[in-house]
């Protein structure tokens, strides 16, 4: 048996689904004036003050704290089904399908917030592993369930999840710094390899 994890932003889509969602939920106006709030913080991410779990924070907390999880989830699911297929790679798809024929088990490993990517994969029949956000009495706190799904916590989730010893084949596909601990644990890597 073989199993395929396959980030998502980037590699199977054109675009960054964050930033999409972000502006379909709050509308254009919104989000410009919640990037260049944030803008200090971006530029403390690109030059490595922040880690990308704290951005990710800062992004939830400012954009999604105390949103009501119903309107979030019907949102969301909205999105997944209408938006993410036209960004789509024909290649990323191709290869999915591939994968689907040869009886493989797939899984996405995500940064993304897990409730506008689930649709599409339960959809496209492929399991998924994302990021998480904290909930307490149907309100979104801004905190994350457990710490953004990138870089070496890919692999964590990963691991509690499957028992690799159990498959014969480990593909691998991702397209930046964050895919790297994923790429190296698969036995057959791919980098960048639908763009």
């Not at 996405?108 to 506008?116: F, G, K």
Request: aromatic share 12%.
């Amino acid at each position: 048996m073989n199993i395929a994890f396959f980030d998502f932003d980037g590699t199977i889509t054109k675009k960054d689904s964050t930033a999409k969602f972000i502006r379909y939920f709050v509308g254009d106006i919104a989000f410009i004036k919640g990037v260049i709030i944030l803008l200090p913080f971006i530029i403390a991410y690109k030059i490595k003050i922040l880690s990308n779990n704290e951005i990710k924070k800062k992004l939830v907390t400012y954009f999604f704290k105390d949103i009501d999880i119903k309107d979030f989830t019907e949102k969301a699911r909205e999105f997944s089904l209408n938006m993410i297929d036209p960004i789509i790679r024909k290649k990323a798809l191709d290869r999915i399908l591939w994968h689907k024929k040869n009886g493989d088990e797939l899984v996405i490993v995500s940064a993304s917030i897990n409730l506008w990517l689930l649709p599409w994969c339960e959809k496209n029949k492929i399991r998924l592993i994302a990021t998480e956000l904290e909930v307490i009495n149907n309100r979104i706190t801004g905190n994350l369930i457990s710490n953004n799904c990138y870089g070496p916590e890919k692999v964590k989730r990963i691991l509690e999840s499957y028992n690799l010893s159990n498959y014969t084949c480990i593909y691998s596909y991702g397209n930046s710094r964050g895919d790297h601990e994923m790429l190296e644990i698969a036995t057959q890597k791919f980098y960048k390899p639908f763009t």
